[in-house]
């Protein structure tokens, strides 16, 4: 019998060896994961957006550097997009009828079809929304350059985009997404914080 359970005390020990080994190696690595990583409140947001130079539906130069001091959201499209971009934009123009004229916010429409939608294409067509609405459009590798810049998806010119707005802040900073699945009214008091 003596002999008998000196196997079994050999194979336990190994057994309590390698589940102590394991928590120790687990623990380790916690402790190096939550040590180096930063803390989720101090993280910053993800750099989106950044200083453009694109021209407007008006023929005119626009800049980040004109939008200063007021909040904008930025939506990349097309004109010939049958129903999302649209949509999109009639629903921009009603958040923007909820603030009212007098508020100091914009959008930006930006083309991802340059070749198609012209500055007289684009004007054509936001005529149908919000006068706040600026159509955007220029050299297909400065959009390129610039849509790369806000993580835009456009597989083809006037194929496929991603739908996102974003909303960026008086200093021209993403903030963040800017939901348009809501109200109109709880969407513009969003906006107003940004004012």
């Not at 009639?90 to 958040?95: D, K, L, M, N, T």
Request: charged share 20%; net charge positive.
């Amino acid at each position: 019998m003596k002999y008998a359970s000196l196997p079994q005390s050999k194979a336990l020990r190994r057994l309590l060896y390698t589940i102590i080994g394991f928590a120790v190696g687990l623990s380790a690595f916690a402790g190096l994961v939550f040590g180096v990583m930063p803390a989720q409140k101090g993280l910053s947001p993800p750099l989106i957006g950044g200083s453009f130079a694109m021209i407007g539906h008006d023929s005119r130069v626009l800049t980040s550097a004109d939008l200063a001091g007021r909040p904008y959201l930025v939506f990349f499209g097309f004109t010939h997009c049958s129903d999302f971009c649209p949509m999109t934009l009639s629903e921009i123009s009603a958040v923007f009828k909820e603030l009212g004229q007098d508020k100091k916010v914009t959008a930006l429409f930006v083309t991802v079809d340059p070749e198609t939608d012209t500055p007289e294409v684009l004007k054509a067509y936001l005529a149908n929304f919000d006068s706040r609405i600026i159509g955007l459009t220029g050299d297909p590798k400065k959009l390129a350059a610039v849509a790369e810049a806000f993580e835009v998806y456009a597989k083809r010119p006037g194929d496929f985009h991603n739908g996102i707005v974003y909303l960026m802040d008086k200093r021209g900073k993403f903030v963040s997404t800017f939901n348009l699945q809501r109200p109109p009214q709880q969407a513009a008091r969003e906006l107003e914080h940004y004012l």
